[in-house]
Every structure is written in structure tokens, then in C-alpha cells.
T-cell receptor, first 116, second 115 residues
């Protein structure tokens, strides 16, 4: 079946290092992807998104890369800080054209642990 | 302001109780969503409301009953729940009408425990 998945369930990094979180998707027709950050006891927080007509998008300390050839998505966090410790979910947005909104298909999630 | 609020933060109920979860947003969003999230798992879609009408029901048991009184409010009525229904219930909203880039914003969730 179709799915959005992650290669690594847990990622441990040193403070100040760069982090890379990976995600694979299987629906080649998807044209919008989102990364969410979820801290313990909180709801998912929007980080950054990308449309399929782009291969890279940058935000503040974060960059999302999209490789449609191999159906791969990654989130890069520069100079990782303790406050970045959380679970990160990629989500594939499947457009509900008749409704004008998306149905999100989430990946399994990766826990990022930042050590001092 | 991208805030979605949810009440209560925590709820403990017995299997014979009736309770309600509430969600509110004042961003003018016209699509609202309920998700269920079990521990260490991603959120799973339950319901979608579009312009105050139920648009998607992901085969959710009838002991969960959603309601959208107006464009800013979304309720989830709970009755005769089972212990396996214990989870974090998340509300989200999106602008709608933006097609492929319609972004969903989540509330903090209600942690539900069914005894």
C-alpha cells in the first residue's frame, strides 16, 4: 500500500552539529509535503513545507530537500540546539480537490535527541 | 496568529461516562479536523469538517460523535468509550480553498484516559 515512512526512528546528535532527518514516500502523484515538530505533551508544530515543483526550500536554520526521482524527502537542521529535541514527522498532503483541503498521510516519525 | 486551542488538556473518564472535547480557532479557517494519536505513533485522521459540514469520516466508531456548531468551533462527543480509546486527541484547522498547499495547524491536544 501507499505510505510515507522514515529511515531512522531515533537520531542522536551533539549540540551545534547539523541534523538530517530522512523520509521516503511512495505516492509519486503527491505534490505537497510538510515537516512537523512535536515536542513532548504538545501538538505537531508546522516547520516547513515544499511543493513538488521545487527541490529545495530554506527556512530559519531548516532546509527541506525533495528528490522526486527516488521519492525521498529530508529535513536538515543547522547548528542543532537542545530546543530542537522532539519527534519530527514528515507528512504527504493528498489534495481533496472537491473540498479544497488536504488529507495528511504521516510518516512514522523520528525522535531527535540533542546532547550537550 | 496560528493558534488552535483545545479543552480540556487532560480528561479521565469511565466507560459509561459521556464527555466532550472542544476545539476553537479564530484564524478564519474553514476546514477543521480531528486526529487520534497513540503513544509513539503518528496522528491518524478521524474526521474532517469543511464549511461546517462533515466531509470525511475515517470509519470511526459511533461512540465518537463530532459536531461543528460554527466555523470557529469543533466538538468531539464521547460516549461508552473503551480503554483502548485512550490517546491524545488532536484538533487541526486549515484555511481551505488553497488546494495543494492548504496547511494544517494543530492544537495542543487533549490527553484522554478511559478507565
Amino acid at each position: 500500500g501507499e505510505s510515507v515512512g522514515l529511515h531512522l526512528p531515533t537520531l542522536s546528535v551533539q549540540e551545534g552539529d547539523n541534523s538530517i532527518i530522512n523520509c521516503a514516500y511512495s505516492n509519486s502523484a503527491s505534490d505537497y509535503f510538510i515537516w512537523y515538530k512535536q515536542e513532548s505533551g504538545k501538538g505537531p508544530q508546522f516547520i516547513i513545507d515544499i511543493r513538488s515543483n521545487m527541490d529545495k526550500r530554506q527556512g530559519q536554520r531548516v532546509t527541506v530537500l525533495l528528490n522526486k526521482t527516488v521519492k525521498h524527502l529530508s529535513l536538515q537542521i543547522a547548528a542543532t540546539q537542545p530546543g530542537d529535541s522532539a519527534v519530527y514527522f514528515c507528512a504527504e498532503a493528498r489534495s481533496m480537490f472537491s473540498g479544497g483541503y488536504n488529507k495528511l498521510i504521516f510518516g512514522a516519525g523520528t525522535r531527535l535527541a540533542v546532547h550537550p | 496568529d496560528t493558534e488552535v486551542t483545545q479543552t480540556p488538556k487532560h480528561l479521565v473518564m469511565g466507560m459509561t461516562n459521556k464527555k466532550s472535547l472542544k476545539c476553537e480557532q479564530h484564524m478564519g479557517h474553514r476546514a477543521m479536523y480531528w486526529y487520534k494519536q497513540k503513544a509513539k505513533k503518528p496522528p491518524e485522521l478521524m474526521f474532517v469538517y469543511s464549511y461546517e459540514k462533515l466531509s470525511i469520516n475515517e470509519s470511526v466508531p459511533s461512540r465518537f460523535s463530532p459536531e461543528c456548531p460554527n466555523s470557529s468551533l469543533l466538538n468531539l462527543h464521547l460516549h461508552a468509550l473503551q480503554p483502548e480509546d485512550s490517546a491524545l486527541y488532536l484538533c487541526a484547522s486549515s484555511h481551505q480553498g488553497q488546494g495543494a498547499t492548504d496547511t494544517q495547524y494543530f492544537g495542543p491536544g487533549t490527553r484522554l484516559t478511559v478507565l
